[in-house]
């Protein structure tokens, strides 16, 4: 498939915002035969992004980082309350999106894999110039 990708010059880019489990899953296993391809544009809790051949913490189960996506999750709930006047009321989270972010306390990366954090990276986030050898 990527060969394909990359005889026809399709441009693939993998957007990930900081601990989202999804991105990462299925872990890459050269004995199922599953690689991530594309040059990946990750965002982090401040909305400021990188291009990298491959988002951080590959391995979302690492005991290495389980104390930072525990910070990350509790910032994230603190990001939810002062965004609305750090950035504006249109960035104001419903109820249920501030629940999710609680439960994203007991299971960080859950709460990351909401569509309003990737919204917010499009209107907040770095601008980033990717190229097609990153």
Same mark, same amino acid.
């Given at each position: 498939?990527?060969?394909?990708?990359?005889?026809? &010059? @399709?441009?693939?880019?993998?957007?990930?915002?900081? =601990?989202?489990?999804?991105?990462?899953?299925?872990? &890459?296993?050269?004995?199922? /035969?599953?690689?991530?391809?594309?040059?990946?544009?990750?965002?982090? #809790? /401040?909305? &400021?992004?990188?291009?990298?051949?491959?988002?951080? =913490?590959?391995?979302?189960?690492? *005991? @290495?980082?389980?104390?930072?996506?525990?910070?990350?999750?509790?910032? $994230? @709930? *603190?990001? #939810?309350? *002062?965004?609305?006047?750090?950035?504006?009321?249109?960035?104001? $989270? #419903?109820?249920?999106?501030?629940?999710?972010?609680?439960?994203?306390?007991?299971?960080? !990366?859950?709460?990351?894999?909401?569509?309003?954090?990737?919204?917010?990276?499009?209107?907040? !986030? +770095? $601008?980033?110039?990717? +190229? *097609?050898?990153?």
């Amino acid at each position: 498939m990527m060969k394909m990708m990359e005889d026809q &010059d @399709v441009r693939y880019f993998r957007y990930v915002y900081g =601990n989202d489990m999804v991105p990462r899953l299925p872990f &890459d296993d050269k004995s199922l /035969f599953f690689k991530h391809f594309g040059t990946t544009l990750y965002f982090n #809790s /401040f909305y &400021d992004g990188k291009v990298m051949g491959e988002e951080p =913490n590959k391995n979302y189960f690492s *005991i @290495v980082w389980t104390i930072p996506k525990y910070i990350n999750a509790f910032w $994230e @709930v *603190i990001r #939810s309350l *002062i965004l609305p006047y750090w950035k504006g009321k249109e960035y104001k $989270e #419903s109820h249920v999106e501030r629940l999710f972010r609680m439960v994203g306390m007991i299971i960080p !990366g859950l709460a990351a894999h909401g569509p309003k954090d990737y919204v917010d990276v499009t209107r907040l !986030g +770095t $601008e980033l110039v990717p +190229t *097609i050898n990153e």
